[in-house]
């Protein structure tokens, strides 16, 4: 099924420039906002979608030039996503984010030197990130280099795996008692969830890579039972550590052949 867009001033030749590189989603543009769900909308700011249901200014767009992310990017240190992921003395593995969502995390590990294999299922959300690096390459953010998107489902790529780290986040529970951003409700009823972690967690242990990383909440139960080995603890999230292999240099370089692009 198609997607509605609407570009109320038809810029098409930046859009099909933009669109060329987010060919797995097909989508039908016209002028009127339509009265219902959700929509694509185009313009100088490049893709972002929003929902018939909430106020028209709002909308979700992922930005890794302006704003909180932009901030979050260049302020990163120590922070405890790095540290599972083994990034110290100069060590940056080469990460496959089997999760990728809005790219909030495999930014910031792509900014710090790490290779990253981004794979995102679901189209939308894929495409959104699309865009957002596509915006963050011409601002000539150069960590984007190290970024590869594919817009597929992980549990068909993990298997072929050899990077350094494969790295797990979940779609966390919808009712935890702060109340999710727009973001987050949009990416649960787009149907963002992961559904059989398990299955996801279990062929990450199988897969070529040295370690495994699970973000989870603070309290949250292992995922699928599953004990991990250590823990770096965060203020509201923590990472749960799956060690196969000591991590080397020698993980800082992607296996070949597995992305497209
Ligand atoms: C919590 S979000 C990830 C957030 C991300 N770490 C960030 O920093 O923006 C989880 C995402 O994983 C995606 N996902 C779940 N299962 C997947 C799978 N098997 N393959 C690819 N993506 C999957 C969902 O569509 C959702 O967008």
New binding site residues.
């Given amino acids: 099924m198609g997607w509605v867009g609407v570009d109320r001033h038809c810029q098409v030749v930046s859009r099909d420039t933009a669109m060329a590189q987010i060919h797995w989603l097909s989508v039908h543009w016209q002028v009127d906002v339509p009265a219902s769900g959700h929509y694509l909308w185009w313009d100088d700011q490049g893709l972002s979608l929003k929902s018939a249901a909430f106020d028209f200014r709002s909308g979700v767009r992922v930005d890794f030039v302006e704003g909180t992310q932009a901030r979050r990017i260049k302020a990163v240190t120590g922070e405890p996503l790095t540290r599972a992921m083994g990034c110290q003395k100069g060590l940056r593995p080469a990460i496959f984010d089997?999760?990728?969502?809005?790219?909030?995390?495999?930014s910031v590990l792509a900014n710090i030197g790490c290779a990253v294999c981004a794979?995102?299922?679901?189209p939308v959300?894929a495409a959104l990130l699309r865009d957002a690096l596509r915006r963050a390459e011409d601002s000539n953010a150069d960590w984007c280099e190290r970024v590869q998107l594919q817009c597929?489902?992980?549990?068909d790529l993990i298997s072929h795996v050899s990077h350094g780290v494969v790295y797990i986040?979940?779609?966390?529970p919808k009712d935890r008692k702060s109340a999710p951003s727009l973001s987050m409700q949009v990416?649960h009823s787009l149907g963002?969830?992961?559904?059989q972690p398990e299955r996801?967690i279990d062929a990450a242990l199988d897969s070529g890579a040295a370690r495994v990383v699970v973000k989870r909440p603070i309290k949250a139960d292992f995922l699928a039972g599953r004990v991990p080995s250590s823990q770096v603890m965060g203020k509201t999230v923590r990472f749960d550590l799956y060690p196969r292999r000591k991590l080397t240099d020698e993980d800082a370089y992607p296996h070949q052949g597995l992305i497209d692009g």
């Fill in positions: 089997a999760t990728a969502g809005l790219g909030g995390d495999l794979v995102e299922r679901q959300v597929a489902d992980s549990l986040d979940p779609m966390f990416l963002g969830t992961t559904e996801l």
